[in-house]
């Protein structure tokens, strides 16, 4: 029970969840290596400790996470070559960081909390997020790749085609507030656009 395959948690296809060991309390799955905690239920949540604790549902990519200490947002990818996905799931994830951050900094009436520590868009329209450069002093966190499809690019025992095979990518990002609170994001960032009231 403890294998890579069966902490697989059903995110976008398949959220993988490496570097967890089962503890002796039930519905806790103890990280190692300072990792965060996987409390089980429905939706599994990570808990990274200080008052964050991710739900990992398809809501994980469209948010900022905030806890007392950190910023984490999630991406994914896929791609037909293994280094391809992770490279485009990282690039989604220090995407999705700069942008919320921009946002949070610059215009945050147009996010809302939820899920206790989560930041998303009030409207859901992207054209709402602030853009912009800034160089934050972050890193991957649980990186995973998993193959989807048939390497045969064969079919089921229904006849059902099961497509050609490829990687399917997830990551964190994951910034400590001490080193890139708000006040960092406003004196850092360059190029900033879309900070005017939107006009909807």
């Known amino acids: ?24 309390t039930p519905g806790i799955v103890k990280g190692r290596r300072g990792g965060p905690d996987m409390i089980e239920g429905r939706p599994p949540k990570l808990d990274f400790g200080k008052g964050l604790v991710i739900p990992m549902n398809n809501a994980i990519f469209k948010a900022l996470w905030e806890g007392e200490d950190r910023w984490v947002t ?7 070559q293994r280094m391809l996905a992770m490279g485009h799931a990282e690039d989604a994830a220090l995407g999705t960081m700069k942008f919320m951050l921009l946002t949070l900094a610059f215009a945050p009436e147009r996010l809302e909390r939820f899920e206790s520590c989560g930041w998303k868009l009030k409207s859901g329209n992207l054209d709402d ?5 800034i160089a934050l002093p972050g890193h991957p966190v649980l990186p995973a790749v998993d193959e989807v499809g048939d390497p045969a690019g064969g079919a089921t025992p229904d006849g059902e085609s099961t497509g ?21 994001v406003k004196q850092k ?11 909807s």
């Not at 029970?1 to 002796?24: E, K, Q």
């Not at 001490?178 to 006040?183: G, N, R, T, Y």
Request: hydrophobic letters at 40%; aromatic letters at 8%; charged letters at 15%.
């Open 164 to 184: 050609p095979s490829g990687y399917h990518a997830v990551t964190g990002y994951m910034v400590m507030k001490k080193d890139a609170p708000l006040d960092y």
């Open 189 to 199: 960032a360059r190029f900033v656009t879309g900070t005017a009231p939107s006009k």
């Open 129 to 133: 997020l602030v853009r912009g450069e």
């Open 74 to 80: 999630y991406g994914h990818a896929i791609s037909d």
């Open 1 to 24: 029970m403890s294998t890579r395959r069966n902490i697989v948690l059903g995110v976008a296809g398949g959220l993988l969840v490496p570097s967890l060991a089962f503890a002796s």
